[in-house]
Nanobody, 118 residues
Framework: QVRLVESGGGSVQPGGSLRLSCVAP???????????MGWYRQAPGDQRELVAT???????VYADSVKGRFTISRDNSRKRVLLQMNSLKPEDTGVYYC?????????WGQGTQVTVSS
């Protein structure tokens, strides 16, 4: 099991930017590097949905709704995954969760709130 800690959420006006960070403070690099890392979000009343993932080989997948606006990256030496969010829209509002997967393991962070509103 990998403990994940998110930070960087907050309130921003439409068109603004935020950067989310997810760290695995107790993992060693050899444990973190093979993990498939991702960001998911959940709006009130909705199901949790994929935002972006980054594989151990640094290949990425994005939801259509965030392509061209969000960028996911990872720094294995710091055991960290970032989500840079630009041109934010009100529909990006929700709780953003960090996720780590490998084989049968599937771990989640506690979530960080992102609110986009004028």
């Amino acid at each position: 099991q990998v403990r994940l800690v998110e930070s960087g959420g907050g309130s921003v006006q439409p068109g603004g930017s935020l950067r989310l960070s997810c760290v695995a403070p107790r993992a060693i690099t050899s444990v973190f590097s093979p993990l498939e890392m991702g960001w998911y979000r959940q709006a009130p009343g909705d199901q949790r949905e994929l935002v972006a993932t980054i594989a151990p080989d640094f290949s990425t997948v994005y939801a259509d709704s965030v392509k061209g606006r969000f960028t996911i990256s990872r720094d294995n030496s710091r055991k960290r995954v970032l989500l840079q969010m630009n041109s934010l829209k009100p529909e990006d509002t929700g709780v953003y969760y960090c996720n780590a997967q490998r084989g049968g393991s599937n771990d989640w962070g506690q979530g960080t709130q992102v609110t986009v509103s004028s």
